[in-house]
């Protein structure tokens, strides 16, 4: 279990970090307020999401708990499938890679379904 907080100004993000536990996200995000958005007021999220309130209108703050920590290993391996629906293609020979391999619609629909366990759900 880890925590992403991401940090966006005017819609751009500024920082993306992620912490083992959600006190750490929290005290990344005091810092960063503090170095970067002359936030001087205290450690506590209640101060902090109130001065948020008045700055809204260009920041945007998201900590997100993400459930599952995946490994080297499993990153290869997602990189490996991307790869191969990328170029992997298939003749009466079997499968070559084709470096000039069409790509539509279904090569990102498959890329998505990839990559989706990485990243957290988007809140609704």
Partial sequence: ??????????????????????????????NYLRENECYDGSGSMRAIRRWLREHDERLSVEIVEQAEDFGAEAHMAALRRIYDILYLDINKDGDFYNEEKAWDADTTAAIAEVVRPFFPKPPA
């Fill in 1 to 30: 279990m880890f925590y992403i907080l991401t940090i966006a100004d005017r819609g751009l993000v500024s920082q993306a970090e992620a912490f083992r536990t959600r006190k750490a996200a929290e005290e990344g995000l005091v």
